[in-house]
């Protein structure tokens, strides 16, 4: 059993530099856990679902890698503007919300420039299926 992830949970990047706040933008009739919007899988959408992790830090993004060539070879991180462009993953494998497996605290989704994007917090610590 997982918990299960609400809006304003905290969400992490290996390249970012702060964690951000997941926003659920529901899909459908509202579902509520502890006084929050559940999230799903489908809550992926750059900026709009998945906020910026302060500065990226990996070279394989094309505005770090710039940045990083122009100061000579030093790293330099620069603003970060997620790219996800699939579901997390897995999913609750028994609760769906709006049609779409919940989101849980155990969900993983990657970022097009290589970071890893995981749940640091979930909002509750509700336990559901």
Same mark, same amino acid.
């Given at each position: 059993?997982?918990?299960?992830? $609400?809006?304003? %949970? !905290?969400?992490?990047?290996?390249? =970012?530099?702060? &964690?951000?706040?997941?926003?659920?933008?529901?899909?459908?009739?509202? $579902?509520?856990?502890?006084?929050? &919007?559940?999230?799903?899988?489908?809550?992926?959408?750059?900026?709009?679902?998945? %906020?910026?992790?302060?500065?990226?830090?990996?070279?394989?993004?094309? !505005?770090?890698?710039?940045?990083?060539?122009? %100061?000579?070879? $030093?790293?330099?991180?620069?603003?970060?503007?997620?790219?996800?462009?699939?579901?997390?993953?897995?999913?609750?494998?028994?609760?769906?919300?709006?049609?779409? &497996?919940?989101?849980? %605290?155990?969900?993983?989704?990657?970022?097009?420039?290589? =970071?890893?994007?995981?749940?640091?917090?979930?909002?509750?610590?509700?336990? =559901?299926?």
């Amino acid at each position: 059993m997982d918990v299960q992830v $609400v809006s304003t %949970a !905290q969400v992490m990047c290996s390249f =970012g530099t702060t &964690p951000a706040a997941l926003t659920v933008i529901p899909k459908g009739p509202p $579902v509520i856990a502890a006084g929050q &919007p559940m999230a799903t899988i489908q809550d992926f959408a750059p900026m709009a679902n998945v %906020a910026m992790f302060g500065m990226c830090m990996t070279p394989s993004n094309p !505005q770090v890698a710039a940045a990083t060539s122009a %100061a000579l070879g $030093v790293l330099t991180p620069q603003p970060c503007i997620p790219v996800i462009v699939a579901p997390w993953a897995p999913g609750s494998a028994t609760v769906l919300v709006n049609g779409s &497996p919940a989101l849980t %605290a155990t969900s993983t989704c990657q970022c097009t420039w290589g =970071g890893a994007i995981t749940v640091v917090s979930p909002g509750q610590t509700t336990i =559901g299926g």
